[in-house]
């Protein structure tokens, strides 16, 4: 999507727009020029895809691909900054509104919505058309994130970590090669069920907003050519406490170090492999889709904590279920949840393998 080129983006003064950042010391023209030629593929645009996406956009970077799989909702307001109630109340795809937003604000940068459900089938081919010289994590589950870090790895494409949840953040920048990945620092995803959402614990805005920010400026970093600024560190941080942390990870920079990581020492990608696919799948017959066991057990208890606000049903030991007030479904009423213990979960009140995804993940987490 690349809006009419205005006055203000043609001959010349194509880089006025940008004197306050080429005026910065650390940056210049020659940066500005960089990151015109340079392309970023952010995956997930919720809160910090948002953030981060205006950031870049605005800063120049000179083609932003913007991926995600869900549409614009009223709750998504309070922190996703690119959208507005008219989005909410047309339920338009969350990339497409970003893209929207972004063309009006930097007419003179190439942006490309796609809105695409990210597994291990569609990545590949995504990567292989953006080539993106940094891939951004905007996603909102331990599984999407995994993949990316396999086909950073892979690919050697420097990947910008970010995650915030409550009022805490994390972020880290792993290039390839040359610092540690996510699998070195949190060697498996956590089991479905066990960790916060934010779709069950909440979030601060102002969480999204240093986390997206600690992300842009690693990713501008990379794309002007000054990786050696990048610090191999886990940053954490927590906005309601005020606590600032930062691990440093530089002794497992070298080979050595990593060797015993499955992904970037042992090169198993398994993510990207398929090997956790779900599997979701439209069950015959009726408005619901199953998501397969991705071999790992779901704690029901502990699932039935997180979403006790929508009061869950336990049916028996091994299957619990919610009705999810506020989730439309497309005949009535709202989206069912059934968990089972095996793994297995069943979303009934869609047919979408996609929306049942994306709502498995917001609630459970996995
Ligand atoms: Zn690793």
């Given at each position: 999507m690349?809006?009419?080129?205005?006055?203000?983006?043609?001959?010349?003064?194509?880089?006025?727009?940008?004197?306050?950042?080429?005026?910065?010391?650390?940056?210049?023209?020659e940066s500005q020029q960089k990151l015109a030629a340079s392309r970023?593929?952010?995956?997930?645009?919720?809160?910090?895809g948002?953030?981060?996406?205006?950031?870049?956009?605005r800063a120049g970077v000179g083609t932003?691909?913007?991926?995600?799989?869900?549409?614009?909702?009223?709750?998504?307001?309070?922190r996703q900054c690119l959208f507005d109630e008219s989005d909410a109340i047309e339920?338009?795809?969350?990339?497409?509104?970003?893209?929207?937003?972004?063309?009006?604000?930097?007419?003179?940068?190439?942006?490309?919505?796609?809105?695409?459900?990210?597994?291990?089938?569609?990545?590949?081919?995504?990567?292989?058309?953006?080539k993106p010289d940094v891939l951004i994590d905007g996603t909102d589950n331990a599984g999407t994130r995994y993949l990316l870090n396999d086909a950073a790895v892979r690919d050697t494409i420097?990947?910008?970590?970010?995650?915030?949840?409550?009022?805490?953040?994390m972020q880290m920048t792993i290039l390839p090669d040359a610092s540690p990945c996510l699998r070195c620092v949190f060697e498996e995803p956590p089991a479905p069920g066990t960790m916060p959402t934010c779709d069950t614990t909440g979030v601060l805005g102002a969480a999204v907003a240093i986390v997206a920010g600690c992300q842009a400026a690693d990713a501008i970093k990379v794309l002007i050519g000054r990786r050696d600024l990048i610090k191999p560190t886990l940053l954490e941080f927590d906005l309601w406490s005020s606590e600032r942390r930062r691990i440093d990870l530089s002794s497992m920079c070298n080979a050595t170090a990593r060797r015993n990581c499955p992904c970037c020492g042992k090169h198993s990608f398994e993510f990207l492999d398929g090997k956790h696919d779900d599997d979701a799948i439209k069950l015959c017959g009726q408005l619901a889709v199953q998501i397969g066991s991705t071999g790992r057990e779901c704690d029901l208890d502990r699932a039935a904590e997180r979403l006790r606000e929508f009061t869950p049903k336990r049916v028996s030991p091994s299957l619990l279920r919610?009705?999810?007030?506020?989730?439309?479904?497309e005949s009535s009423g709202s989206l069912e949840l059934s968990l089972f213990a095996d793994g297995r979960a069943i979303v009934a009140g869609t047919a979408d393998p996609a929306r049942a995804r994306g709502v498995y993940a917001k609630y459970v987490g996995a």
């Amino acid at each position: 999507m690349r809006a009419q080129q205005s006055r203000v983006t043609e001959g010349p003064a194509q880089f006025d727009r940008y004197r306050r950042q080429t005026i910065l010391r650390e940056f210049g023209v020659e940066s500005q020029q960089k990151l015109a030629a340079s392309r970023a593929v952010i995956v997930g645009v919720g809160a910090l895809g948002c953030a981060s996406a205006d950031l870049l956009a605005r800063a120049g970077v000179g083609t932003l691909t913007l991926v995600d799989r869900d549409v614009v909702e009223l709750t998504n307001l309070q922190r996703q900054c690119l959208f507005d109630e008219s989005d909410a109340i047309e339920r338009r795809p969350k990339a497409e509104a970003a893209a929207s937003r972004l063309s009006r604000v930097n007419s003179s940068i190439r942006i490309e919505p796609h809105v695409l459900d990210v597994t291990s089938r569609t990545l590949p081919r995504l990567l292989r058309e953006a080539k993106p010289d940094v891939l951004i994590d905007g996603t909102d589950n331990a599984g999407t994130r995994y993949l990316l870090n396999d086909a950073a790895v892979r690919d050697t494409i420097p990947f910008v970590y970010g995650g915030v949840i409550g009022t805490r953040g994390m972020q880290m920048t792993i290039l390839p090669d040359a610092s540690p990945c996510l699998r070195c620092v949190f060697e498996e995803p956590p089991a479905p069920g066990t960790m916060p959402t934010c779709d069950t614990t909440g979030v601060l805005g102002a969480a999204v907003a240093i986390v997206a920010g600690c992300q842009a400026a690693d990713a501008i970093k990379v794309l002007i050519g000054r990786r050696d600024l990048i610090k191999p560190t886990l940053l954490e941080f927590d906005l309601w406490s005020s606590e600032r942390r930062r691990i440093d990870l530089s002794s497992m920079c070298n080979a050595t170090a990593r060797r015993n990581c499955p992904c970037c020492g042992k090169h198993s990608f398994e993510f990207l492999d398929g090997k956790h696919d779900d599997d979701a799948i439209k069950l015959c017959g009726q408005l619901a889709v199953q998501i397969g066991s991705t071999g790992r057990e779901c704690d029901l208890d502990r699932a039935a904590e997180r979403l006790r606000e929508f009061t869950p049903k336990r049916v028996s030991p091994s299957l619990l279920r919610v009705s999810l007030a506020g989730e439309r479904a497309e005949s009535s009423g709202s989206l069912e949840l059934s968990l089972f213990a095996d793994g297995r979960a069943i979303v009934a009140g869609t047919a979408d393998p996609a929306r049942a995804r994306g709502v498995y993940a917001k609630y459970v987490g996995a």
